[in-house]
């Protein structure tokens, strides 16, 4: 009896070891695509470089719901990922240091319970960076994503409608604070899902 025991877990050890394979295989898969999408937008606006940023920021924000998804994240881990995406891209963007970030991060990780604790923390920093474009534009995310994410949990909404909110929010604020249009902005975003099939 014990033998057939070890050899009944021993194969489903096994089925879950190929299970997991599986799961890393496609979630693989799905990152490359969104990888050969972005390359292949930048590609077609390679001339405008404020779209490509934009275009690096869709592929990483894509990628980090990606994993959330097929890794069945949290909302906070996804949260505490889509930060740390941003941080990276701000950097690498502004020339800033990704210490610079961390620190505004922490700063803004203060318990809050309500819209408009969100809105006053970020004021005291957008007060306290007012010289600084870069972690402007960083406290201004953090702001919109901590928005989205306590509308989420009152309305229970679902990760898709996350992630929809959190790139509409990014295209009306670069909208506003550059030279791209919504429209334009909004024809890349929608081109990149046509592309992934979304």
């Not at 879950?16 to 799961?23: A, F, H, I, P, Q």
């Amino acid at each position: 009896m014990n033998k057939i025991t070890a050899n009944t877990n021993d194969d489903n050890s096994i089925e879950n070891l190929d299970s997991r394979y599986e799961k890393s295989l496609e979630l693989q898969r799905e990152l490359e695509k969104v990888e050969v999408t972005a390359v292949k937008l930048k590609e077609k606006y390679k001339e405008y470089q404020e779209l490509s940023s934009f275009i690096d920021y869709l592929k990483g924000t894509e990628q980090v719901f990606i994993t959330a998804r097929m890794k069945l994240w949290s909302g906070e881990r996804l949260k505490k990922e889509l930060v740390g995406v941003e941080m990276n891209l701000m950097s690498l963007s502004s020339g800033l240091d990704e210490d610079v970030f961390s620190t505004i991060r922490d700063d803004f990780q203060l318990t809050y319970t309500s819209i408009s604790q969100i809105h006053s923390v970020s004021q005291k920093l957008l007060d306290n960076h007012k010289d600084c474009a870069g972690c402007k534009d960083f406290i201004i995310y953090l702001r919109d994503l901590s928005i989205i994410f306590y509308d989420s949990k009152e309305n229970n909404e679902s990760p898709d409608e996350i992630k929809e909110k959190v790139f509409k929010a990014r295209m009306n604020v670069l909208s506003t604070d550059s030279d791209t249009d919504l429209k334009t902005l909004e024809e890349i975003y929608n081109e990149f899902r046509d592309k992934l099939k979304l």
